[in-house]
T-cell receptor
Framework: KQEVTQIPAALSVPEGENLVLNCSFT??????LQWFRQDPGKGLTSLLL?????REQTSGRLNASLDKSSGRSTLYIAASQPGDSATYLC?????????????FGGGTRVLVKP | EAGVAQSPRYKIIEKRQSVAFWCNPI?????LYWYQQILGQGPKLLIQFQNNGVVDDSQLPKDRFSAERLKGVDSTLKIQPAKLEDSAVYLC?????????????FGPGTRLTVL
């Protein structure tokens, strides 16, 4: 059974500092890994999707790395802004099950202080 | 492109009452998912539909939860009777297909409080 863990559960940084968010998974046989953002009272927005064959994926200030062998992914957010305050979740699909079933981590709640 | 729509956005009920949530997926999306997100946790898949058929409902508490997607478009999730531990945000998501490469798009969720 795949288990996904995100530590820390919460993080507070001053504006301008780089953010480093961690995600670990127990079964390295993943097809891809996805990072989502969730704002209070809103649904999830997909940020980055890394295929299992990739080492990293970049979008603007966001960079996600993937190390399948160690069961880890890291999301880097450069030069954080107050608008980056949100909960960030990682998720992997269960490739041994039918359909695109995602298993989520518990999320890291980020606060960027002005 | 319109996103995934859900209603109501908030619902407060007393335990043992029944409640229903509605989801309208993105047009053309064959796959629809219902997730339960308890405060402080990540979403947990309850049920997955492919068109109007159920792909996976292994984590749906079938003694009290039911879901349907009669015409392969809109879907409803019902809880009867509700328990205190059902307090959560219920998220609906849709994707073009159930392929692992397809992104899931999430609605804003329905926040349920059971008193």
């Amino acid at each position: 059974k795949q288990e996904v863990t995100q530590i820390p559960a919460a993080l507070s940084v001053p504006e301008g500092e780089n953010l480093v968010l961690n995600c670990s998974f127990t079964d390295s046989a993943i097809y891809n890994l996805q990072w989502f953002r969730q704002d209070p009272g809103k649904g999830l927005t997909s940020l980055l999707l890394i295929q299992s064959s990739q080492r990293e994926q970049t979008s603007g200030r966001l960079n996600a790395s993937l190390d399948k062998s160690s069961g880890r992914s890291t999301l880097y957010i450069a030069a954080s802004q107050p608008g980056d305050s949100a909960t960030y979740l990682c998720a992997v699909p269960l490739i041994k099950a039918a359909g695109n079933k995602l298993t989520f981590g518990g999320g890291t709640r980020v606060l960027v202080k002005p | 492109e319109a996103g995934v729509a859900q209603s109501p956005r908030y619902k407060i009920i007393e335990k043992r009452q029944s409640v229903a949530f509605w989801c309208n997926p993105i047009s053309g999306h064959a796959t629809l998912y219902w997730y339960q997100q308890i405060l402080g946790q990540g979403p947990k898949l309850l049920i997955q539909f492919q068109n109007n058929g159920v792909v996976d409902d292994s984590q749906l508490p079938k003694d009290r939860f039911s879901a349907e997607r009669l015409k392969g478009v809109d879907s409803t999730l019902k809880i009867q009777p509700a328990k205190l531990e059902d307090s959560a945000v219920y998220l609906c998501a849709s994707s073009f297909s159930a392929d692992l490469t397809d992104t899931q798009y999430f609605g804003p969720g329905t926040r349920l409080t059971v008193l």
